[in-house]
């Protein structure tokens, strides 16, 4: 139904009953998803701080609202979150990956590649982190192990983009054959 401004009629009534501990920080939570859902990123910050100030270790809380800061250009406030998530969930693969995507947007390249590193060691099926490294083998002109990267994620699931990425990096590699193919 997708029906967003209902939903947040009801989690404030929700918020007028006596909940639970962690009743109160959910509510709190899925009205952030929800006002993020609906571009409304200034309330969905303010929730995810109502969030985290009722339950400081809610890590979803944080993750989430490391996109919003990420999104209004708060780089070293997403960073922040994503290492918070990290200390919460130092196995969560796509933190890592996260991590390493505002990184390499930071332009802090060799630690963005730990972090591809680590969320692949976490879960070598994540092919947003083998892309990701790839992105940064390639754009630093390491063509082999972009091309691994980029193979890797056609191998777990082949993609249209890692296709036409590996096909550049084929191309730089002068196999014209086999970017062509790709």
Do not use: C
């Amino acid at each position: 139904l997708m029906d967003y401004k209902g939903a947040l009629k009801d989690y404030d009534r929700a918020l007028q009953f006596t909940l639970t501990w962690e009743e109160s920080y959910e509510v709190y939570f899925n009205k952030g998803l929800t006002q993020a859902l609906l571009d409304n990123l200034k309330a969905a910050m303010a929730n995810f701080n109502s969030a985290i100030k009722i339950n400081p270790e809610y890590a979803d809380a944080y993750y989430n609202r490391s996109i919003i800061k990420g999104k209004v250009g708060d780089y070293y406030g997403e960073l922040a979150d994503i290492n918070k998530v990290i200390s919460l969930k130092p196995t969560d693969a796509q933190a890592f990956n996260s991590r390493g995507i505002v990184r390499s947007m930071m332009g802090n390249f060799k630690e963005a590649l730990l972090d591809f590193d680590k969320a692949i060691q976490l879960d070598k099926k994540n092919t947003n982190a083998y892309f990701n490294r790839g992105i940064i083998h390639y754009e630093q002109n390491e063509y082999l192990p972009a091309l691994n990267d980029f193979s890797s994620v056609i191998q777990i699931k082949p993609d249209a983009d890692a296709y036409n990425r590996r096909g550049n990096v084929k191309f730089r590699l002068n196999n014209l054959v086999g970017a062509f193919e790709d």
